[in-house]
T-cell receptor
Framework: DQQVKQNSPSLSVQEGRISILNCDYTNSMFDYFLWYKKYPAEGPTFLISISSIKDKNEDGRFTVFLNKSAKHLSLHIVPSQPGDSAVYFCAAYMAGANSKLTFGKGITLSVRP | NAGVMQNPRHLVRRRGQEARLRCSPMKGHSHVYWYRQLPEEGLKFMVYLQKENIIDESGMPKERFSAEFPKEGPSILRIQQVVRGDSAAYFC???????????????FGNGTRLTVT
């Protein structure tokens, strides 16, 4: 049962353009959503998060949008840089659920110079 | 990823052998989590531990897998009688006590890549 879905396995974007990474979820009980970035042979690193009571959170070049009615969130990266090339995981959890993160399968972003 | 130390980075075991994966959390963190990433999959929660206490092991396979986080020393994920399907990347993460993941996101180690031949 895939509660967090990242249906597009890969995305290729030109440097300087916007990258939009999508994520859908099925469990309406999720309270918080996070994005992690992962380089090969490394562990995931936290990027940005959003609470279910918000619809937008911004941190520098990274913005996460949440559409709770559609159970959909997206990560926008603008402008995209070659160093952003990595696998991006969407994750979610329920408050009080022992901090158990549910991850999507990830999206491989390639930013072309 | 600085701070959460996992070793070994790579581990090769033959079917039927035991695998021991170690994780030292970041300084000041007393909560440890183990996640497993199978090929082409996302990370799956396995177990959540505090010092000397298993809080949630709902993601652990019922047989052959065990985890501990003793009062002294690293957390250990132990897999007995490994099979080829255990081949995966195993990631450890840590967090501060009393903090939500929203305010204090998990810090992951670089993982142990287990290969069962």
């Amino acid at each position: 049962d895939q509660q967090v879905k990242q249906n597009s396995p890969s995305l290729s974007v030109q440097e300087g353009r916007i990258s939009i990474l999508n994520c859908d979820y099925t469990n309406s009980m999720f309270d918080y959503f996070l994005w992690y970035k992962k380089y090969p042979a490394e562990g995931p690193t936290f990027l940005i998060s959003i609470s279910s009571i918000k619809d937008k959170n911004e941190d520098g070049r990274f913005t996460v949008f949440l559409n709770k009615s559609a159970k959909h969130l997206s990560l926008h990266i603008v402008p995209s840089q070659p160093g952003d090339s990595a696998v991006y995981f969407c994750a979610a959890y329920m408050a009080g659920a022992n901090s158990k993160l549910t991850f999507g399968k990830g999206i491989t972003l390639s930013v072309r110079p | 990823n600085a701070g959460v130390m996992q070793n070994p980075r790579h581990l090769v075991r033959r079917r039927g052998q035991e695998a021991r994966l170690r994780c030292s959390p970041m300084k000041g963190h007393s909560h440890v989590y183990w996640y497993r990433q199978l090929p082409e999959e996302g990370l799956k929660f396995m177990v959540y531990l505090q010092k000397e206490n298993i809080i949630d092991e709902s993601g652990m396979p019922k047989e052959r897998f065990s985890a501990e986080f003793p009062k002294e020393g690293p957390s250990i994920l132990r897999i007995q009688q490994v099979v080829r399907g255990d081949s995966a990347a195993y990631f450890c993460a840590s967090s501060q006590p009393g903090q939500s993941l929203y305010n204090s996101p998990l810090h992951f180690g670089n993982g142990t890549r287990l290969t069962v031949t």
